[in-house]
């Protein structure tokens, strides 16, 4: 768990990116309370490679909205995993993003066997701060668009739904844990304040379905 470090003076002369960084790293109980919640610091050392150097620091690496509709559009343009994965839209956020849900699952000729297969449903990102649930999204993804026999099972047999980013607003803005109305999503899932929570509603819905 070092911090993550980008440097721009880096990135442009050695072509580096995000590298982990840091020593004498601490997490530990500090002196501060509030309505009974103790709070906890981290610390650690670290020097600034350059002078006149902007530099920013992250506790996993970053992966953004524009990273996931690179991502989406690299399946659209595969002409094979663009057979079994369909891209559509859930429906749009409260700043009037996409909230993207895709379908994956091999086709089959008997349209009542394909009834048959049972559905799995993935989310992540619900939290915009927690990047790493983006990285385990990406990495299942790779997995199960893959040439595998395992992964070519799993298609057979069940048809996935996946919402790979339930909060891009908050993802956009910044937020660690919160949508543009200042609520935690994640405590949202039984609210029908459709026009609040949009990417919670039409998920829910979809589950129902």
């Known amino acids: 768990m070092r911090p993550l470090l980008y440097s721009e003076a880096e990135a442009k002369i050695h072509k580096v990116g995000w590298q982990r960084t840091g ?9 501060f309370s509030r309505d009974g919640h103790q709070y906890f610091s981290l610390t650690w050392t670290f020097q600034f490679p350059h002078d006149r150097d902007t530099c920013y620091f992250a506790h ?5 909205y524009s990273n996931l509709q690179d991502y989406l559009s690299a399946i659209a343009r595969d002409p ?23 379908t994956i699952t091999n086709p089959l ?10 559905a799995v449903i993935l989310t992540a990102r619900v939290h915009p701060g ?14 199960l668009l893959g040439d ?6 799993l298609r057979d047999t069940f048809i996935f739904k ?11 803005v910044g937020n660690y844990r919160c949508s543009l109305v200042g609520k935690d ?7 029908d304040l459709k026009d609040s929570f949009p990417s919670i509603w039409y998920t829910r819905s979809m589950i129902k379905r």
Request: charged share 25%; net charge positive.
């Open 185 to 191: 999503l994640n405590r949202n899932y039984r609210s």
């Open 80 to 102: 094979r995993r663009s057979k079994f994965c369909k891209i559509r839209i859930l429906c749009h956020s409260l700043a009037r993003n996409i909230v993207y849900v895709l």
């Open 148 to 153: 595998s026999d395992n992964a070519q099972l």
């Open 109 to 118: 000729q008997d349209f009542n066997t394909e009834k048959c297969k049972s």
């Open 23 to 31: 020593d004498q790293i601490k997490y530990y109980k500090n002196n």
């Open 130 to 143: 927690e990047t790493n649930s983006s990285w385990m999204m990406k990495g299942f993804l790779d997995y």
């Open 60 to 64: 996993c690496y970053p992966y953004t």
């Open 162 to 172: 996946v919402v790979p980013m339930l909060n891009p607003d908050g993802v956009i």
